[in-house]
């Protein structure tokens, strides 16, 4: 496998034809096709990647938050009309009929954590094998796969919008989802894409850019597929597989590989799934590194299953919550909220990421320390919520919680060598597989018990889970702000924002 270099001298010669910026050299496509494969990662512009993955993003969130919370409000529509075989009159008017509005809301948290544990357990088979095989093959494969299933399932859930079924056969759109990898493995190839052509200087804000466009778009579709409901309930799913397939043909013909990969057609169906691969990942995360830096990634890799887990139970109770007492919410008002607040937190994620490390070099650990105390107040405050006011407030105070994901692939991908990231993503993620089973599970029995009584002890259970994250953050920020102390005392001079890897080294 080829290996990427970090030559800023290896520049074409002074007749190639080139683009300039005020910050840096910039070579033109010319000049990177004709390093043959091998490029040099500080040559690239600095927003190569982000280029590059933003669309594929916004075509996956937008899809993913058009048909969620309409998948949702046609299971519940299902429960009421078929699974509890309530009239026509009572489900138009369900939240007009407490007891069977209990049933209803009993039912469908139900049948979504089903729906969830379904989403992924075949992801996590698949990120296993497919994240180590894309560090030797190349991302472009796996990037492609999942929109096959994603096709499929929105199709199979289309044709179902016209019948009357049981709420519990839509369960097979996240199982076929899941059978091609998922967004478990969209996730794997995107980010494993954005470490292969960044570097330390540019990782944070390529991750930070790709994970807004995501997040605006994927709340933005919210609300729209709020609003396409009103044209029928179909209508919602054929733009979600229109945009799947403009993500394949986007893939397909415009994202190229710039590393040298074993050529595919080498590849056989014995190379992909192998007990080999599975213990490729796990040197990764038990692989000595210098200083504490192994310990760092197994305490950042535990941070993000635990904030997985109690965002991923905490959202697969939220819009139950909302729509009943004491909020009493609609469905159009609820994708709208969801639209406007993830608009403003995608805005803010780039915003803040880029202004705190350029213009007061603040560090990735102490960036992702704010996000979760801004996390665990959002939380705190959604469970203590008792009108909409204070629901409104929880999103203020929780605007930065989705910058701490953004620090943890920064500061993780800092910490593996170039040749490990893609294992790297695929351990991650396969690990935060685990988090639907216990969040899900866990929330929704718990809110299935207290709804009649506290409604929100979920959300102030999940603000404990997540404080011990704020303070591993803190920890490893000090160690990082005594690692650069101990370079300048030997006259190196270095910033809050380097990683461990990059202090020792100078040190």
Known sequence: MGALTFDMDNKPESGTARRRSSFKYTPSKEDLLAVDNEISVDALPTYYTAIRMVPIMLCVGLATGTVQPVLTELIKIRTCQVELNFTDEICDHINNHTREAKAVQRVTSQIKMYETLIDSLPAMFFSLFLGSWSDEYGRKLPMMLPFVGLIIAHGFTLVNTYVRISPYFLML??????????????NVAVFS????????????????????AHFLVRFAGSAIGGQLMRFGESVPFYLAISLHVCSFLYVFFVIHEKRTFRNIKECKMSDVITFERVKD????????RPGHNRLFLLL????IIISAICVIGDMSITQLYLEFDPFNWTLQHYTLYNAINGV??????VLVN?????????????????????????????????????IYVAAGVGVLKMLGFVSIKSVTIALVDRDEIGKLMSTKMSLMSIAPFIGVTIFTNIFTHTNEWWPGFCFVLGACMTSPVVFVFLAFYLVQRRQAKSASSTGTTVSAAESLDDIKTKV
């Open 281 to 288: 990942n796990w040197r990764t995360l038990s692989k000595r």
């Open 193 to 212: 894409f954005v470490g292969d052509y960044t570097n330390d200087r540019t990782r944070s804000p390529n991750l930070a850019i790709v994970d807004a």
């Open 173 to 186: 759109t996240p199982f076929i989802t899941a059978a091609t990898g998922g967004m478990i493995l969209v």
């Open 354 to 390: 880029i202004v705190l490390r350029r213009f007061f070099t603040i560090s990735d650990t102490m960036i992702g320390a704010i996000a979760s105390l801004s996390a665990v107040m959002h939380l705190l405050f959604y469970g203590l919520a008792t009108s909409s006011t204070l």
């Open 344 to 349: 403003i937190e995608g805005v803010i994620m």
């Open 300 to 303: 950042i890799i535990g941070c």
